[in-house]
């Protein structure tokens, strides 16, 4: 049976999860107990009990999973010191990463798109875009 269209998915403490998944391992509670005593549906519990789900993020992993922390940091430090990076520029040093790594990727000549773009700007909030505006020309007073 499918899920319903916009039904909106519960999301629940990872750690409660955990801690009420090991009392049922560890034969201290029951499952319905458990269910009970920690608000979590029975299914969700079993469900981690049983490992059912390997992880608990969804989707593909990122090409660049061990470097965009270090690119994040990279770009908040630079507009710290006064150098904020544009799109582009940011797009071409991770392709001087992707190039000099060789690794394969789903990008045409490792060349970033839109959707990469985005989705990084998501995984890393402290990160974000701004337009620069020019300031008028005015003579000395």
Known sequence: MSRQVGAKRRKYDPCIVDIAADAIRNGCMSLGKASEVYNIPKTTLHDRVKRKYAS???GAKTVLS???NTI???AVQMSRIGYGRARRELAHIVKQ???E???KTPFVNNILGRK???GFFYRHPSLNLITTVQ???REPL
């Open 135 to 137: 300031l008028e020309k």
């Open 72 to 74: 994040e940091q990279w």
């Open 101 to 103: 790594d060789g690794r």
């Open 116 to 118: 990469w773009m985005e």
């Open 56 to 58: 608990a993020t969804i």
């Open 97 to 99: 990463i992707l190039d």
């Open 66 to 68: 061990p470097e965009e």
